[in-house]
């Protein structure tokens, strides 16, 4: 059992209490960073035994993660971390104290240290995150299903060694954590038996397929963190005993725009996954930038989302696999006219899988799974999953949503029933 996390209306009002002593965006770092500070102390990824017990312990835990290793330097950026530039004094201290107690609130579960509910409480404490950049967490088992459609046939294709991933809006990191573990694990199905890896190879192996960007230098550092103090915890280690040279590959960048983010090469990834942000773009500047350089998506009062298929396309390797969990706001839309007749038509498109219906929480947008491989059109199926009903009721546990769980099982039996076909194809040598 894990411990009930607090409402978005009680992260704000603890936002409020800070902000009135040290503005905004410090209040945000502190009462996160303070978060953070109670993860890594309860999971042993670093040397200070204590949980947080004042504002300079907060300052000493990150001190050491950002000295711990390379990936981390920026928890002492304070463009990324705005608590180096406000003291908190002592009664916010006691508010924020009280608010995360002893830290156990902060736990994903046992044996757990993925960091999921610590990308909750960022999405929560961050109206910024959440209004200008559209910061919405994509919860586990949408990132599984989206992964299952995309890096696992990509590395059934290319190899375990060999698969690269990347979510260019990975945001706090809730995908790439889950392809992290994919990729850690990976066995061929139907393969009783792969190469033998050590922990500390399979690890190795996974930082190295799995590849984030996203423009919030705070949510990028936290993608950063999670992946380490993941690895970290499943070799028994603290972060400053892993190897140095291992990197968690996740740049701030703006993903649409960014040329030189050496990350972000054009056709480098066997799979591009992503829940990309649905906004429009306030700033007409960045407005304008943007509809220069994706000129064939961009129509109208266009929102991100069409760009954004756009670059996951041109991040592909030929052939590349690609999923996206989008608003499926174009399907209705003018903007959306010149996507589907002239865009979309040229690539080979796989799935089309209506979510409008299941209950993603934080989601109010209408969403859809789009899933193609990034090369001309093959034969004539595109495999749909078609909404009939809407949730009947907020699901207690929205992973069990009666429409959530009809789209989970149609998709997985028609992937059972291919790979059935494939394997006696190749048994029998009919293609
Ligand atoms: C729907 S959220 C993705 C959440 C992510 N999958 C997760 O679970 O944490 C969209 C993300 O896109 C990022 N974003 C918005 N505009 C961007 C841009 N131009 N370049 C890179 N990232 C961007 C936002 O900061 C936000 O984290």
Redesign the pocket.
Same mark, same amino acid.
């Given at each position: 059992m894990t411990t009930p996390f607090p409402s978005a209306r009680a992260h704000e009002r603890l936002i409020q209490r800070l902000a009135d002593s040290v503005g905004v965006p410090a209040a945000v770092s502190w009462a996160h960073a303070a978060a953070v500070a109670h993860h890594c102390v309860r999971h042993r990824l670093v040397s200070v035994p204590e949980p947080p017990n004042s504002p300079d312990s907060v300052r000493r835990v990150l001190t050491e993660l950002a000295s711990a290793h390379p990936s981390l330097a920026g928890f002492l950026d304070p463009r990324a971390v705005p608590l180096w530039t406000a003291p908190l004094p002592a009664d916010s201290w006691a508010a924020l104290h009280g608010f995360w107690g002893t830290g156990n609130l902060l736990d994903d579960g046992p044996h757990r240290v993925d960091g999921y509910r610590l990308?909750d409480a960022y999405?929560a404490l961050s109206a910024d995150?959440r209004k200008s950049?559209?910061?919405?967490? $994509? !919860?586990p088992w949408i990132?599984e299903l989206l992964l299952e459609l995309s890096l696992e046939p990509a590395t059934d294709e290319v190899g375990p060694q060999e698969v690269r991933m990347i979510?260019?809006?990975?945001? $706090?990191?809730?995908?790439l954590l889950q392809a992290f573990h994919d990729a850690r694990v990976y066995r061929r199905r139907g393969r009783t038996s792969g190469p033998f890896l050590s922990r500390e190879a399979s690890i190795e192996r996974a930082l190295q397929t799995v590849t984030g960007?996203?423009?919030?230098p705070y949510?990028a550092l936290l993608?950063r963190y999670r992946l380490l103090a993941t690895s970290a915890s499943i070799l028994h280690v603290r972060v400053d005993q892993l190897p140095r040279t291992w990197t968690a590959q996740v740049a701030c960048?703006?993903?649409?725009?960014?040329r030189n983010e050496p990350l972000l090469g054009r056709g480098r990834y066997h799979a591009v996954v992503?829940? !990309?942000?649905?906004?429009t773009v306030a700033d007409a500047q960045q407005r304008d930038l943007?509809r220069k350089a994706y000129p064939r998506v961009a129509a109208g009062k266009f929102p991100?989302a069409l760009p954004?298929c756009e670059l996951m396309f041109s991040l592909a390797t030929p052939g590349g696999h690609v999923a996206q969990l989008t608003s499926n706001s174009f399907m209705k839309r003018e903007f959306g006219r010149k996507f589907i007749e002239q865009f979309l038509p040229e690539f080979d498109m796989r799935w089309v899988i209506d979510t409008s219906g299941a209950y993603i929480p934080g989601?109010g947008t209408p969403t859809v799974i789009l899933v193609h491989r990034v090369r001309p059109p093959q034969g004539d199926t595109v495999i749909t999953v078609r909404g009939v009903n809407g949730e009947p009721s907020i699901p207690e546990d929205p992973a069990r949503g009666k429409v959530w769980t009809a789209i989970a099982e149609a998709v997985r039996s028609r992937l059972a029933e291919d790979r059935l076909k494939d394997a006696l194809s190749s048994m029998t040598g009919i293609a």
């Open positions: 990308g999405q995150a950049r559209a910061l919405c967490q $994509t !919860p990132a979510d260019p809006a990975c945001g $706090t990191g809730h995908i960007a996203d423009l919030d949510a993608a960048a703006n993903s649409l725009l960014d992503s829940n !990309p942000p649905y906004i943007i991100l954004f989601h």
